[in-house]
């Protein structure tokens, strides 16, 4: 059974996704940006806006039985490459024990404030084996 999870964000029903899709072990978290969604503001610095994605991601995550240490791939968007080590340095942290699969691509976004959007698949037990 298929269970769909929102983090709240209003862009979800707007444009008709759910943050995150749980299929059997599986955890598909679609592309989060760096909103603060309890204020819907966005943080100017874009390492502070990489830190936002992943709490976002990290909720979503343990509502569907998972977590960080689960995530098997990550995609990381970026608007632009002098936005590097300011997002390695806030992703770095996070994965450094993990070591998820990971590509970056340089792209633009739906929005002007946003600078990043990371998406990641995750298997609920993963980071326990």
């Known amino acids: 059974m298929v269970k769909r999870i929102s983090s709240g964000s209003p862009f979800e029903s707007r444009i008709g ?13 679609s592309g989060t ?29 343990v509502e569907a039985g998972s977590g960080l240490n689960d995530i098997l791939r990550v995609r990381y968007y970026l608007t632009d ?14 994965f450094a024990d993990i070591r998820p699969a990971a590509t970056m691509v340089i792209c633009g976004l739906t929005m002007p404030e946003m600078k990043i959007e990371i998406e ?3 298997r609920i ?5």
Do not use: C, F, W
């Open 33 to 61: 940006t760096g909103y603060d969604y309890a204020r819907m503001e966005m943080p100017e610095d874009v390492g502070d806006q990489a830190r936002n994605a992943l709490a976002t991601i990290e909720k979503a995550l």
């Open 17 to 29: 996704y759910s943050r995150a899709v749980v299929d059997g072990d599986m955890v598909y978290v």
């Open 81 to 94: 490459m002098a936005h590097y080590d300011a997002v390695v340095d806030a992703v770095g942290a996070a």
């Open 125 to 129: 037990g993963a980071g326990s084996r």
């Open 120 to 122: 990641a698949t995750a």
